[in-house]
C-alpha cells in the first residue's frame, strides 16, 4: 500500500476532531456571547458602554496584524458599508436588546433566526430563490419565534419592556443577516474584512460615544469592565472568527451551519443557571423548534 495513502487515511480522524472541536469553541464563544451581553445589560452598563468596550479592545488586539491592510481599504465604500452595518450598527442594537430581553430570546432571535433571514434577504437582495427543501425546513424557525411570543400574544406575560427588546433583538438579526449577505455579494476575503470591521468601526462610534452617548462605566466594578471588555474584544471578535473559518474548512460549510444550531439552545439553558432566568415550557418549545429549523437549513439541498 502506498505510504502517503496510508498517512492520509490516518490523519482524517485528527482533521475530523479538530473541525468539530472549532466548531465546537464557535458555539461556545457565541452563546457565551449572548450570556455575557445579558449580564452586562443587567448591570448599570448601557448598550453604548458595551458596544465601546468590545470595539475597543477589538481594535487594539487587531492593530498589529492591520499594518498590513492595503491604502486602497480606507476609500472603498462597500467596506465602508460592511464595517458600519456589522460591527457598530449591529452592535448598539443588539446591546440594547439583551439590556431588556432574556437570553434566550436572544438566542432564538439573532442566531437561530440567520437561516431564516439570509434565505429572505439573499432572495431579494441577490435574487437567490430558495428551493422547496429550504423554505420547508424553514417552517419551524418561524413556530418557534411564534412560542417565544405567545406568552406575550396571550396576555399572561405583558411586558413593553420585553417587547422593545425582542424588537431590538430581531432587528440586530436582520442586520447582521443583511451583512452576511453583502458580505457574500462582494466576497471579501474574511481576515480583511475582520480587521477592517473593527477598527473602522471603531474610529466612527468611538468619537459618538464619547462625547454624545449616556454612559454606565462608572457605576460598575472594574471586574465587570474587564470581563465585557476582553470577552467581548477578543471571543466573539477574534477567536469565534478563526474557529469558524477553520470549522468550515475541515467541515465544509452545512456540518458547520448544523452545529452553529446549538448556539439557541446553550444559550437558553445556560441563561437559567447562570443569570436566573426562567425557562418556560413556550420557551423550550421556541428553543427546540429554532434549533430543529437551523439543522434541516443547514443541510445540502438534494438536487
Not at 30 to 53: E, H, M, N, V
Not at 90 to 102: D, E, M
Not at 264 to 280: F, M, N, T, Y
Not at 285 to 298: H, R, T
Amino acid at each position: 500500500m502506498n505510504p502517503s495513502f496510508e498517512n492520509a487515511t490516518a490523519r482524517r480522524p485528527a482533521a475530523a476532531l479538530q473541525g468539530y472541536l472549532a466548531a465546537l469553541g464557535t458555539v461556545a464563544i457565541w452563546a457565551g456571547f449572548i450570556l455575557i451581553s445579558r449580564l452586562g445589560g443587567k448591570s448599570a452598563l448601557t448598550g453604548w458602554d458595551i458596544a465601546a468596550l468590545r470595539l475597543g479592545v477589538g481594535s487594539l488586539v487587531l492593530l498589529p496584524f492591520s499594518f498590513s491592510l492595503p491604502r486602497s481599504v480606507w476609500t472603498d465604500l462597500k467596506l465602508w458599508i460592511l464595517a458600519l452595518s456589522g460591527g457598530a450598527v449591529f452592535l448598539v442594537t443588539i446591546y440594547a436588546g439583551l439590556k431588556l430581553s432574556p437570553a434566550a430570546h436572544g438566542g432564538i432571535l439573532v442566531p437561530g433566526m440567520q437561516p431564516f433571514l439570509v434565505t429572505l434577504l439573499a432572495w431579494v437582495v441577490l435574487g437567490t430563490r430558495p428551493p422547496r427543501q429550504r423554505i420547508i425546513a424553514l417552517l419551524p424557525i418561524f413556530a418557534g419565534v411564534v412560542c417565544v411570543a405567545m406568552p406575550t400574544m396571550t396576555g399572561l406575560q405583558p411586558d413593553l419592556s420585553t417587547l422593545t427588546g425582542d424588537a431590538l433583538l430581531l432587528s440586530a438579526s436582520a442586520i447582521w443577516a443583511l451583512y452576511s449577505v453583502l458580505a457574500k455579494r462582494w466576497a471579501y476575503d474574511p481576515w480583511v474584512l475582520t480587521r477592517f470591521l473593527a477598527l473602522a468601526s471603531c474610529l466612527v462610534y468611538m468619537p459618538i460615544y464619547l462625547v454624545f452617548c449616556p454612559k454606565g462605566i462608572f457605576d460598575v466594578p472594574f471586574s465587570m469592565l474587564a470581563l465585557q471588555g476582553l470577552y467581548q474584544g477578543i471571543g466573539p471578535t477574534v477567536l469565534a472568527m478563526l474557529f469558524f473559518l477553520r470549522a468550515v474548512a475541515i467541515l465544509g460549510a452545512e456540518r458547520t451551519g448544523a452545529l452553529i444550531s446549538l448556539v439557541p439552545i446553550l444559550a437558553g439553558l445556560g441563561a437559567v443557571p447562570l443569570l436566573d432566568e426562567p425557562l418556560s415550557i413556550w420557551l423550550v418549545a421556541g428553543l427546540l423548534f429554532v434549533s430543529i429549523g437551523a439543522i434541516l437549513a443547514a443541510r445540502p439541498i438534494r438536487a
